[in-house]
């Protein structure tokens, strides 16, 4: 069983800045992906970042420039810093990992997500 647990979210002023942190726990061989997406009430999921076991960075056009991937693979974490924020910006982040299980099996797993809210 794999587990996410996101934390960091909260209430910002526009033009601020807010960073997100999640954790990865169970039965894992090995990440080969961690990423972050999020969700606003009425509308479609959409990415935010994702980062390679390599390092690799991909951002959704929306926040390019402005949020920053990162990752800790020995302590199994994932970091997303915001600046620049802006009300739209505001919702529900979630963490996301696609992992290799012992028994050679390829699995995604989602966290339960964090409130991110950002006042004009």
């Known amino acids: 069983q794999v587990q996410l647990v996101e934390s960091g979210g909260g209430l910002v002023q526009a033009g601020g800045s807010l960073s997100l942190s999640c954790a990865v726990s169970g039965a894992i061989f090995k990440i080969r992906e961690m990423g972050w997406c999020r969700q606003a009430p009425g509308k479609q999921r959409e990415l935010v970042a994702t980062i390679t076991g390599g390092g690799a960075a991909n951002y959704g056009d929306s926040v390019k420039g402005r949020f920053f991937i990162s990752k800790d693979k020995t302590l199994k974490l994932a970091y997303l810093q915001m600046t620049s924020l802006k009300p739209e910006d505001t919702a529900v982040y979630y963490c996301?990992?696609?992992?290799?299980?012992?028994?050679?099996?390829?699995?995604?797993?989602w966290g339960q997500g964090t409130q991110v809210t950002v006042s004009s």
């Open positions: 996301n990992a696609t992992v290799l299980t012992f028994s050679g099996f390829e699995i995604g797993s």
